[in-house]
């Protein structure tokens, strides 16, 4: 069965500092993946989406940047973190080979910028 | 493109009585819906999805929902609540053709009183 691993699962990081939040996914190859972030008092919303390795589609501009060195790792990153960057972060994959398809989601970072 | 509107942030039941979590879809295309349940600081769980086969989908945890086109509606049920149905849940429409991205509703949390 395929398994979805985030972390760090807390992270408090001053303004200014780098960010990395990493994901993997087992028992499947060649999905789809996704980042989403989840602010206080409101929806997900999707930030990035990567169809295959080094393939990256970012939804909104803003402070963070994604990565897909390896078929199942998915990296979110931060040169400099802004307040506005704290929040829930979940990843996320499905299947790629039809419509419809679930997506699965880890079990989400939450990240506190001070 | 697709959206979600889903009525009222919050909803109070008492246990054992009906579950009724409503959720609105605007969609170009044809839609796969979804409804996801979310536990405090835990990730996504699937509860049920609508990908054009029966109108009346059953999920886990005793929940359904009815798609109906007419009414671009896609209203999430349960005919006893209980105290573990207390949780945030999403609904969600994603498009059948292109790249698949789930949009998701601002959400709704589920408060259960004895």
């Known amino acids: 069965s395929q398994t979805i691993h985030q972390w760090p699962a807390t992270l408090v990081q001053p303004v200014g500092s780098p960010l990395s939040l990493e994901c993997t996914v087992e028992?499947?190859?060649?999905?789809?993946l996704y980042w989403y972030r989840q602010a206080a008092g409101r929806g997900l919303q999707l930030l990035f989406y990567?169809?295959?390795?080094?393939?990256i589609s970012s939804e909104v501009p803003q402070n963070l940047s994604a990565s897909r060195p390896q078929d199942r790792q998915f990296i979110l990153s931060s040169k400099k973190l802004l307040l506005s960057d704290s929040g829930f972060y979940l990843c996320?994959?499905?299947?790629?080979?039809?419509?419809?398809?679930?997506?699965?989601f880890g079990e989400g970072s939450w990240l506190t910028v001070v | 493109a697709q959206s979600v509107t889903q009525l009222g942030s919050h909803v109070s039941v008492s246990e054992g009585a009906l579950v009724l979590l409503r959720c609105n879809y605007s969609?170009?295309?044809?839609?796969?819906l979804f409804w996801y349940v979310q536990y405090p600081n835990q990730g996504l769980q699937l509860l049920l999805k609508y990908t054009s086969a029966a109108t009346l989908v059953k999920g886990i945890n005793g929940f359904e929902a009815e798609f109906k086109k007419s009414e671009t509606s896609f209203h999430l049920t349960k005919p006893s609540a209980h105290m573990s149905d207390a949780a945030e849940y999403f609904c969600a429409v994603t498009m059948n053709t292109g790249f698949q991205k789930l949009v998701f509703g601002t959400g709704t949390r589920l408060l259960v009183s004895p």
């Open positions: 028992g499947t190859s060649n999905p789809n």
């Open positions: 990567s169809v295959g390795i080094g393939q």
């Open positions: 969609s170009s295309v044809p839609p796969y």
């Open positions: 996320a994959w499905s299947l790629n080979n039809r419509y419809g398809n679930t997506i699965y």
